[in-house]
């Protein structure tokens, strides 16, 4: 399972693809109907779970160019919940984070 698809809950997954396939309960279909359906409500999963973790990373960028730091971190701290410390973008702030501390 990829990391994106990960952060959703199974709860979450089983809920939009019943309703991605409520429009296709019908007897009789076809198991490339069935396939369409289920991918093209994971798709729509995983492009809105992957602009909500763009914002949130926009948001700790601007954090850091406004030099709050405190801020940035608490916001760094819940999406490593999420994406895990070694995402690569949250290495890369907190590295952006000390090296702007240190040269203060």
């Not at 399972?1 to 279909?29: D, F, P, Q, V």
């Not at 198991?31 to 926009?58: C, F, G, H, W, Y």
Request: proline content about 1%; aromatic content about 4%; charged content about 25%.
């Amino acid at each position: 399972m990829s990391t994106t698809l990960s952060l959703l809950g199974k709860k979450e997954i089983i809920k939009a693809l019943e309703a991605g396939l409520a429009t296709h309960k019908r007897w009789g279909l076809d198991s490339p109907v069935i396939l369409e359906a289920v991918v093209e409500t994971l798709v729509e999963l995983l492009t809105n779970e992957t602009k909500q973790m763009d914002t949130a990373l926009r948001s700790v960028f601007t954090l850091i160019d406004a030099e709050q730091f405190t801020e940035a971190l608490t916001q760094i701290a819940v999406l490593e919940q999420c994406l895990g410390e070694h995402d690569s973008e949250l290495v890369r702030a907190r590295a952006l984070i000390t090296f702007l501390k240190d040269s203060q």
